[in-house]
């Protein structure tokens, strides 16, 4: 068997055009346009390079981007108060404060200074908890893109199977809980999982959030199973070059898989079209104006 390939950049590009298509709706017919406030403290050249590709896909999707470059010694004080002056910018639908921040940042407090309502990375301890309530929340980024390949793939998930590999409050955490809102039966796993392999083979699907390169070969999988690669790892090749590379052994896994995601060109292109898609729900939401539910958990 040779896995079909799910294309997170085709995806991600047809979830940026019905993002677009909503936004020009929203001027057109309630004068709205949509914003994303974008915070990066410190100069961390990935986070650098994740900002500037946000902005040019906000703008690009019709949106109002605002973005906010804090130097490093940035007191705690001052991005507090930052992000109080975007709660309260009506022009402002979603706030993101790029992660990681500097150590000396409290990450969980300047999360949860956030407006909920404005939270669209779905970090904020109110939406964590309507998330795990399975009641309505802006859901994290990353997990929301998963579930939107697996239903695209698999069209309804009830009854299936799933394993996540790996805990974070970022991805794995949320994606267990989206895939048990869907009706999966749902297993957590991690590096501390006793027969991790055994877990893992009976998955129909699996979705391997770990951090480690190339952790999961192909017999750990089940024959047909769907397997959704979170993972971005830069590794050094023979030739002493660097490449990306997932959380799974594509080429054994692919092997014995249904389907899969490859890296790049997977999960990751997913991510920011979640983002701009979340962004026009809570636009959506704080205006009282119908959502679109294709792209809600």
Not at 51 to 58: D, F, L, M, Y
Not at 199 to 223: L, N, Q, S, T
Not at 279 to 297: K, P, Q, S
Request: proline content about 4%; glycine content about 10%; overall charge negative.
């Amino acid at each position: 068997m040779t896995a079909q390939v799910i294309d997170g950049k085709a995806f991600a590009g047809r979830v940026r055009e019905k993002v677009a298509a909503q936004v020009a709706s929203l001027k057109a017919e309630h004068n709205i346009t949509p914003g994303l406030a974008v915070v990066l403290v410190g100069e961390d050249p990935a986070s650098q390079v994740y900002v500037r590709s946000k902005g040019k896909q906000t703008v690009e999707a019709g949106m109002n981007s605002y973005e906010y470059k804090l130097e490093a010694d940035t007191s705690e004080s001052d991005l507090l108060a930052m992000i109080d002056k975007l709660n309260a910018d009506d022009n402002v639908h979603g706030i993101l404060v790029q992660l990681p921040l500097p150590k000396h940042l409290n990450e969980d407090l300047v999360i949860n200074r956030i407006a909920p309502s404005k939270d669209v990375d779905g970090f904020h301890i109110s939406n964590v908890g309507l998330l795990g309530t399975g009641q309505k929340s802006m859901v994290p980024c990353t997990p929301l893109g998963c579930l939107l390949m697996l239903r695209d793939h698999h069209g309804s998930l009830s009854g299936m199977d799933a394993v996540v590999i790996g805990r974070s409050n970022i991805v794995g955490k949320p994606m267990a809980q989206l895939l048990l809102n869907d009706s999966c039966t749902v297993t957590i796993a991690h590096s501390r999982t006793k027969n991790l392999a055994d877990v893992v083979r009976r998955a129909d699907i699996v979705v391997a959030a770990v951090g480690r390169p190339e952790m999961v070969p192909g017999d750990w999988i089940k024959e047909g199973a769907t397997v959704i690669d979170v993972g971005i790892n830069r590794i050094e090749t023979d030739e002493g070059k660097t490449k990306l590379v997932g959380d799974v052994d594509y080429d054994s896994c692919a092997a014995v898989a249904g389907a899969i995601t490859p890296v790049p060109g997977g999960v990751g292109p997913m991510t920011i079209a979640c983002l701009l898609a979340n962004t026009v729900t809570a636009c959506c939401r704080i205006h009282g104006l119908a959502e679109d539910n294709e792209f809600t958990a």
